[in-house]
């Protein structure tokens, strides 16, 4: 069965620290492209940042260029995000995603297969 979890959202000040992980099962962790979605209230799901286990190669949306890290743990299966320097607008439900098809990384929702439920991130100013 595949799961893919969520973890270590909460409630930070502007300005601070959050490192998300998604902890995965059932595949072949080597074989998926990983990403990281967010949604916030009254608005669309959109792409934060996204990494090809295969290629190596990562991807971030423009408002998390220079501030979130994605990156791949082989040996747990797990992928965290290092997200720095939180602003309010990046309050949203954080979910990670793993897609199958070997193309690389990308950050449109519908490539991706398996989806986690999902964790809160609220930055407060």
């Known amino acids: 069965e595949v799961q893919l979890v969520e973890s270590g959202g909460g409630s930070v000040q502007a300005g601070g620290s959050l490192r998300l992980s998604c902890a995965t099962s059932?595949?072949?962790?080597?074989?998926?492209?990983i990403a990281w979605f967010r949604q916030a209230p009254g608005k669309e799901r959109e792409g934060v940042a996204c990494?090809?286990?295969?290629?190596?190669?990562?991807d971030y949306a423009d408002s998390a260029k220079g501030r979130f890290t994605i990156s791949s743990d082989f040996a747990m299966n797990t992928v965290y995000l290092q997200m720095n320097s939180l602003k309010p607008e990046d309050t949203a439900v954080y979910y990670c995603?793993?897609?199958?098809?070997?193309?690389?990384?990308?950050?449109?929702?519908?490539?991706?297969?398996?989806w986690g439920l999902g964790t809160q991130v609220t930055v407060s100013s």
């Open positions: 059932g595949f072949a962790f080597e074989d998926y492209s």
């Open positions: 990494i090809s286990n295969i290629d190596r190669r990562s």
């Open positions: 995603a793993a897609d199958s098809r070997q193309l690389g990384a990308s950050m449109i929702a519908g490539a991706y297969d398996y």
